[in-house]
């Protein structure tokens, strides 16, 4: 069984950086893609970057590319999120999930994080 913890949100000012966690467990994660979704009050979840568990390759968001920063630790099966230059808009429940690279939609999901970014 799959399972997927998140750590490190919290409260930031505009401005500053955070860096989240995810802890993956249950299996090896060779062939598979993780990535970290969001979803702030009132609006649809948000795809904000991914990495493909072998290799390496990553795939950022629109609105956090340049400023997020996706990575994995493959000995200890660890996917973090550095995010810099945080906005007020990139408060939202931070999510990190799981899906085999072949198959489209993310199977495995963790609690969430929640990340608030004060102006």
């Known amino acids: 069984q799959v399972q997927l913890l998140e750590s490190g949100g919290g409260l930031v000012q505009a401005g500053g950086s955070l860096r989240l966690s995810c802890a993956a467990s249950?299996?090896?994660?060779?062939?598979?893609?993780m990535a970290w979704f969001r979803q702030a009050p009132g609006k649809e979840r948000e795809f904000v970057a991914s990495?493909?568990?072998?290799?390496?390759?990553?795939y950022y968001g629109p609105s956090v590319k340049g400023r997020f920063t996706i990575s994995r630790d493959t000995a200890k099966n660890t996917v973090f999120l550095q995010m810099n230059s945080l906005k007020p808009e990139d408060t939202a429940v931070y999510y990190c999930?799981?899906?085999?690279?072949?198959?489209?939609?993310?199977?495995?999901w963790g609690q969430g994080t929640q990340v608030t970014v004060s102006s």
């Open positions: 999930a799981a899906r085999y690279t072949t198959v489209a939609a993310y199977g495995y």
């Open positions: 249950g299996r090896t994660f060779s062939g598979y893609t």
């Open positions: 990495i493909i568990w072998s290799g390496g390759a990553t």
